[in-house]
């Protein structure tokens, strides 16, 4: 079974920066479009940045020009690096791929708030 591993949340105040992390343990990962996705306090579960296996990328507008996607496939991990943080990007942030979602890993709390 194929299990997603996210790190790198935390508490961050307005305008600060984090760098989320998402381990993959299928090398099917390298050839797959990799997603971040994230749910906020009492909200659905909503896509956030995309990634081709040619990194080729795309953002949610709420994130565009603040967050950016990459991936690494020799290392089968997946970041997620986030500048200029708003209170409404609180939420846990868990990656799978785009299409037939993989088993959910745990998620990473990411809390922006001063």
């Known amino acids: 079974q194929v299990q997603l591993v996210e790190s790198g949340g935390g508490l961050v105040q307005p305008g600060g920066s984090l760098r989320l992390s998402c381990a993959a343990s299928?090398?099917?990962?390298?050839?797959?479009?990799m997603a971040w996705y994230r749910q906020g306090p009492g909200r659905q579960r909503e896509l956030v940045a995309t990634?081709?296996?040619?990194?080729?990328?795309d953002y949610a507008d709420s994130v565009k020009g603040r967050f950016t996607i990459s991936r690494d496939n020799a290392k089968k991990t997946l970041y997620l690096e986030m500048i200029s943080l708003k209170p409404e990007d609180t939420a846990v942030y868990y990656c799978?791929?785009?299409?037939?979602?993989?088993?959910w890993g745990q998620g990473t709390q990411v809390t922006v708030s001063s």
């Open positions: 299928t090398s099917l990962f390298s050839i797959e479009t």
């Open positions: 799978n791929r785009l299409k037939n979602n993989w088993p």
């Open positions: 990634t081709t296996l040619n990194s080729d990328t």
